[in-house]
């Protein structure tokens, strides 16, 4: 199979004549050397310079811009960046340039851009690149990106230059290992499948593993696609170590017969698509998945579907599965696990326990011995409502876990509706009845369903929970998850597939599936909330004990719930934002911002009791999680944003207090 020999970084900063050295700095010394901080994704820095008493003094130490790496226009700053040897390395626009800056000025030193080829063209998550990864390899620092042709990149700290003692001068074509039919700079058939990326690499004991994304199932109208397999490399010599199928694909795999009808040869996805996490000491990284082609419509692969929407513990060297647990069984509701896995050391019942804390869609926190498995508290397999759609497969039960509490809506009753006035509550009843709705597993709905409903509600929806755009952070000193959520529910309704994919410019697969999706925004009376608030929280959740301890709202009432005409003269409690608050956790400090779209600001809040403590403004609203590392005695803490009233694209904004 013929490689592509890529061309050598330039370098495209000026370097400050006072710059540290990398060499004489440890990675470690910044406190975040991973995309969620460190291997665990804690999303914790150990930091305390940045505390209650003077927090409102922070100001703007620099703002990066990303005008030059692509598109204004939605051009999101999804990416949160990296702090090693003395500079920051992130990534930024649609071409995923990989750019290392100054920690103290956020000048630009050097930036890295794949040449153009069909494969970059032709990604769907051009704009999603979420970081790099950084390892120390025989002595000597590398920087890894991951781009959206499906390429694996090894990168010089000091340069951007490309390693060339690392796969091919630099440069792993990750089809190369994948296993399907492909061509070195169109990539795969259209209608054999279709592969990305959009969240950084993970290195663990000298292994750097590659999750992977496709396209949005629910907008999908085909059956066929390439499953989400997970690849491993050498850290050194970018030698190919593993593949893990993701859906099995011979009768030899645990897992086979969970794909009924055969399926297992033609459906795809099951991504690997938000971060990892990983336990060097015990040699394991854990992989989250999501649903199989379609997100809404499962019919032609009937059976449970592992390991679709599961957590997945894998051995670094080998690849072979130590343990796993499915979150939803054949998921039809677009849960997929939306963000890393925290990895946690508690004391439960006066022992120590090694955890691993995944939060969902569902709003649930799924509790596991990060070693073995074992639920840390019983998971039950309860039965869940069957549903209408002929053709479908159900899965008669699912897993809920018995402790943690849930943490946001999730089963609906009418007295989950908005009720600030009583015409507001009729209005919003009168909408509740035009769907299905009761169970959080409620199946979707198609058109000409016999129940004469317009769809089914199930809460929270795809976008509600704990999503990738909020996650959870951690303090592994105390042991609290302090876990960001959304209440947002959804009634997606099928659709005819021929229709959907008469509309698709570009299908992907062969045979049009029975059905397609629409989405089914769920909207209130008079625009506002279908339910009560708060529409955006934040809860802490004591994983020592499993307890819920405080639930405090996603920043205040947005003025247009305050200001809105129906609510004229009515005392509204503070409603929180519907949106996924980013958070970052501190020695001292709870910090978080209210999210996309909403407020540009930055609050302080008391990690014992949720009070809060602070507010600092930022140049515009966040965009993705915040991190914080200590540069030459001063502590930073740097927020992607993007928008605001300046209209700036996808930038990094750098506070501080005063020097």
């Known amino acids: ?50 505390d209650a008493e003077n927090f409102e003094d922070l100001e703007v130490a620099w703002l990066w811009r990303g005008d030059n790496y692509g598109p204004t226009v939605d051009n999101v700053m999804r990416s949160t960046p990296i702090y090693a040897e003395g500079k920051l390395f992130g990534v930024a626009g649609y071409r995923r340039t990989v750019v290392a800056m100054d920690p103290a000025t956020g000048e630009t030193l050097w930036t890295f851009r794949e040449p153009t080829t069909k494969r970059w063209e032709n990604s769907m998550r051009k704009n999603y690149g979420k970081g790099v990864a950084y390892e120390v390899v025989n002595g000597e620092g590398r920087i890894y990106v991951v781009t959206p042709g499906f390429f694996l990149h090894a990168l010089d700290p000091d340069t951007g230059d490309l390693i060339e003692s690392f796969g091919n001068d630099g440069t792993v074509d990750l089809l190369a290992d994948f296993g399907y039919e492909y061509h070195p700079t169109d990539g795969l058939p259209s209608t054999v499948g279709y592969i990305t990326n959009s969240s950084p690499p993970i290195v663990v004991n000298g292994v750097v593993v590659v999750g992977n994304s496709h396209e949005q199932g629910y907008r999908q109208t085909r059956q066929e696609n390439v499953p989400g397999h997970i690849l491993a490399y050498d850290a050194a010599s970018g030698e190919h170590l593993w593949k893990f199928n993701v859906i099995p694909q011979s009768e030899s795999e645990f897992g086979f017969d969970t794909w009924e009808n055969d399926a297992w040869q033609w459906t795809g996805n099951v991504s690997a698509w938000a971060p990892l996490s990983a336990d060097s000491e015990r040699g394991l990284v854990y992989v989250v998945t999501d649903p199989p082609t379609n997100d809404y419509w499962g019919g032609f692969h009937p059976g449970d579907n592992l390991f679709a929407t599961s957590i997945l513990a894998l051995d670094v ?6 343990w796993h647990f499915q979150t939803v069984h054949h998921d039809i509701w677009n849960r997929d696990n939306p963000t890393a896995p925290n990895l946690l050391d508690v004391t439960i019942d006066g022992r120590e326990v090694p955890i691993l804390v995944q939060t969902t869609k569902q709003a649930f926190a799924y509790v596991f011995n990060r070693e073995t498995g074992e639920p840390v508290w019983p998971i039950e397999e309860r039965p869940v409502p069957r549903g209408h759609v002929p053709g479908e497969w159900y899965s008669p039960t699912q897993p809920f876990p018995t402790k943690p509490a849930a943490y946001d809506l999730q089963d609906i009753t009418e007295d989950d509706l908005i009720d600030f006035t009583p015409e507001l509550r009729q209005q919003a009843l009168e909408i509740l009845n035009r769907y299905e709705y009761g169970s959080m597993f409620t199946p979707p709905l198609h058109p000409d369903n016999d129940l004469g409903k317009r769809g089914a509600i199930h809460c929270p929806g795809p976008g509600g929970g704990t999503n990738i755009t909020g996650g959870t952070a951690a303090d592994p000193e105390t042991g609290i998850l302090y876990a960001a959520s959304m209440t947002l529910c959804a009634a997606p309704i099928l659709s005819p597939g ?38 955006g929280r934040i809860t802490a959740i004591d994983m020592n004990t499993g307890d819920t301890l405080w639930t405090i709202p996603n920043g205040d009432t947005p003025e247009r719930i305050e200001n809105h005409p129906a609510l004229d003269g009515v005392d509204l409690p503070n409603t929180g934002v519907r949106s996924q608050a980013l958070t970052l956790v501190s020695k001292t400090l709870l910090m978080y911002s209210e999210g996309r779209g909403a407020r540009p600001l930055l609050y302080a809040v008391d990690k014992a009791d949720g009070t809060r403590l602070g507010t600092a403004e930022l140049p515009a609203p966040a965009t993705s999680i915040p991190m914080s590392y200590m540069h030459e005695g001063r502590q930073y803490i740097v927020v992607p944003i993007a928008g605001g009233a300046n209209r700036l694209p996808g930038s990094l904004v750098s506070l501080a207090l005063p020097e």
């Open 1 to 50: 199979m013929t490689r592509l020999r890529w061309s050598r970084a330039v370098v495209a900063g000026l370097v400050l004549a006072g710059l540290a050295s990398g060499g004489a700095a440890s990675a470690q010394d910044g406190g975040w050397t991973h995309w969620g901080a460190d291997e665990g994704s804690t999303r914790y820095t150990p930091f305390d310079q940045i």
């Open 317 to 322: 060297r080998t690849g072979q599965r130590e």
């Open 498 to 535: 021929e229709v959907g994919d008469a509309a698709d410019p570009n299908p992907i697969g062969r045979t049009v599936a029975k059905y397609a999706t629409d989405n089914g925004f769920l909207q209130g009376p008079q625009g506002l909330p279908l339910f009560k608030p708060p529409y």
